[in-house]
């Protein structure tokens, strides 16, 4: 059980478009959906946190223009990278919960690269 | 004080030998320690977690030790395999909230 699910896995893309990533939780409702980004050989650093219907809540730093995150079901987050540069090349990673933020399933991780 | 620091930075361990882990912490108010377990290109898994009330807890060849009094908790692997390979993180959350990340270890087991 608790599986999280993300499509694309990996993206390649033109600098200046906008990709669209999915999340979603299999055989559960998450209230809660977590946004990660991952660079290579470091941490995952929290992007945003998400409840269902309604607004993300964003770290520090974190562009809310530029990631732009939709939590419209118990099932699916979505994170869209508006506009993206070489820069926002990296790892991206959702997790899910349902009773409490502490206790996250992490879906698999999508790879982006911006060209 | 919201941070958790994790040691070492990587780790090379025999086939059939122990791997240890070691993560602190400075607030008190942390109630959740739990151990994820990445490999390449995948996205974490949640390996073992613990609570403040007991010292150790084990699931398998996994053990996680607690010292309160020290700050600190660690995770030992048993009977370290090749397949263990991959980066252990270790994190800490507070009444339900979200989670405060180690910086990794990067574990090779070496057949």
């Known amino acids: 059980g608790a599986v999280v699910s993300q499509h694309p896995s990996w993206v390649i893309c033109k600098s200046g478009t906008s990709v669209k990533i999915e999340c979603r939780s299999l055989?559960?409702?998450?209230?809660?959906m977590f946004w990660y980004r991952q660079f290579p050989k470091q941490s995952l650093m929290l992007m945003a946190t998400s409840n269902e219907g309604s607004k993300a809540t964003y770290e520090q730093g974190v562009e809310k223009d530029k990631f732009l995150i939709n939590h419209a079901s118990l099932t699916l987050s979505t994170l869209t990278v508006t506009s993206a540069h070489p820069e926002d090349s990296s790892f991206y990673i959702c997790?899910?919960?349902?009773?409490?933020?502490?206790?996250?399933?992490f879906g698999p991780g999508t790879r982006l690269l911006v060209l | 004080q919201q941070q958790v620091k994790q040691s070492p930075q990587s780790l090379i361990v025999q086939k059939g030998g122990i791997s240890i882990i070691n993560c602190a912490y400075e607030?008190?108010?942390?109630?959740?320690f739990p151990w994820y377990q990445q490999f390449p290109g995948k996205g974490p898994a949640l390996l073992i977690a613990?609570?403040?009330d007991v010292s150790e807890k084990k699931e398998g060849r996994f053990t996680i030790s607690f010292n309160k009094s020290a700050k600190q908790f660690s995770l030992h692997i048993m009977d370290s395999q090749p397949g263990d390979s991959a980066t252990y993180f270790c994190?800490?959350?507070?009444?339900?909230?979200?989670?405060?990340w180690g910086a990794g270890t990067k574990l090779i087991i070496k057949p």
């Open positions: 607030n008190t108010a942390f109630d959740y």
């Open positions: 055989d559960f409702q998450a209230t809660t």
């Open positions: 613990i609570r403040p």
């Open positions: 994190a800490a959350s507070m009444l339900g909230y979200q989670l405060i």
């Open positions: 997790s899910a919960s349902w009773a409490n933020k502490e206790t996250q399933y």
